[in-house]
């Protein structure tokens, strides 16, 4: 019998794609539920209009407003989806869900979808950046997602998973300077994270890996146990050196540069100066970056126990 699938989306003022990656679930998510920022545009009309379901909740960051929908939507299909608002299937990912679903092997219980991002109108092929292997399919009660303030994860205790052909396409059709500002949210979001990494190898409590798997345990252990370990000077310049030429980015035409000019080297120095903004601003009051964060209400009022 073939198996049952649903697809929880995030929303906030998407009315641009929704409709885009709605129609690309068609035929292959039998229910499709959204948590909605309370947008102040027609996303929430558009997606009632194709037979979404919608609740919306205040947003605090992805990983609470994801674990939201699951709790509140009792999904009971055998199969879960993670898709953001501006992805959306191609037509080869869409047959072999389609086949996978008709017939399923047993022993699988996740399933990595390749993200192809598009950029400036051109898909992003080099610098290490596709095929982006992504946990994005899991059997349902089996993934929960990390609480993390960014580059969150769905993680099972034991996956056993399997990789489908085709491509889930990330285009965002909005402008460059919205693709500015939402960096900017990142880049804060990714200091919070860091100044957690930061505070758990003080105490000598580094966060385990054991719960992730695949290319997004490898890239998570490249970022907490090398990246973090250079020269704050030095770690952005290193990483777009890594992704541009080592990883052929130069491939990609002047929109990958663009892209991986961006995204690799203008983003991470964005991060480090945050960083070295906060970490001067907690100096000034006698504390450490995890305190002064914690009296902000940025993390809950327990620190990270030390050694004993």
Same mark, same amino acid.
């Given at each position: 019998m073939p198996q049952s699938l649903t697809a929880l989306i995030l929303t906030f003022n998407e009315e641009m794609h929704i409709e885009r990656c709605i129609r690309s679930l068609e035929g292959v998510a039998e229910r499709i539920c959204i948590v909605d920022s309370h947008s102040t545009d027609r996303t929430v009309e558009i997606?009632?209009?194709?037979?979404?379901? +919608?609740?919306?909740?205040?947003?605090?960051?992805?990983?609470?407003?994801?674990?939201?929908?699951?709790?509140?939507? #009792?999904?009971?299909?055998?199969?879960?989806?993670?898709?953001?608002?501006?992805?959306?299937?191609?037509?080869?990912?869409?047959?072999?869900?389609?086949?996978?679903l008709a017939a399923p092997r047993p022993e699988i219980n996740a399933l990595y979808l390749r993200r192809k991002i598009v950029f400036l109108g051109r898909p992003i092929l080099h610098g290490f950046f596709y095929p982006a292997l992504m946990l994005r399919v899991w059997r349902t009660g089996q993934g929960r997602i990390e609480s993390r303030w960014m580059d969150e994860h769905i993680v099972l205790d034991a996956p056993v998973s399997e990789t489908l052909?085709?491509?889930?396409?990330?285009?965002?059709?909005?402008?460059?300077?919205?693709?500015?500002?939402?960096?900017?949210?990142?880049?804060? @979001?990714? *200091?919070?994270?860091? +100044?957690?990494?930061? /505070? @758990?190898?003080?105490?000598?409590?580094?966060?385990?890996? /054991?719960?992730?798997?695949?290319?997004?345990?490898?890239?998570?252990?490249?970022?907490?146990? *090398?990246?973090? @370990?250079?020269?704050?000077?030095? @770690?952005?310049?290193?990483?777009?050196?890594?992704?541009?030429?080592? #990883?052929?980015?130069?491939?990609?035409?002047?929109?990958?540069?663009?892209?991986?000019?961006?995204?690799?080297?203008?983003?991470r120095t964005l991060v480090e100066a945050k960083l070295l903004e906060l970490q001067q601003q907690a100096q000034a009051e006698g504390l450490r970056p995890y305190a002064l964060l914690q009296r902000r209400g940025v993390f809950e009022q327990t620190s990270v126990a030390p050694k004993t």
């Open positions: 997606a009632r209009s194709l037979g979404a379901e +919608v609740l919306q909740n205040p947003w605090k960051n992805y990983a609470t407003q994801f674990q939201h929908g699951l709790d509140s939507f #009792g999904i009971d299909s055998d199969w879960t989806m993670r898709i953001d608002a501006d992805e959306y299937l191609d037509a080869q990912l869409r047959a072999s869900l389609t086949a996978w052909t085709g491509d889930l396409v990330d285009h965002n059709l909005n402008d460059l300077s919205w693709w500015i500002g939402k960096h900017n949210g990142y880049a804060t @979001r990714e *200091v919070y994270d860091m +100044v957690e990494i930061l /505070e @758990r190898r003080h105490a000598g409590k580094d966060r385990g890996m /054991e719960a992730m798997s695949g290319q997004a345990a490898r890239k998570r252990w490249l970022k907490e146990k *090398v990246y973090t @370990r250079l020269p704050i000077t030095l @770690r952005s310049s290193l990483y777009f050196f890594y992704r541009y030429v080592i #990883g052929r980015g130069f491939l990609d035409g002047k929109e990958g540069f663009f892209f991986h000019f961006l995204q690799g080297f203008w983003y």
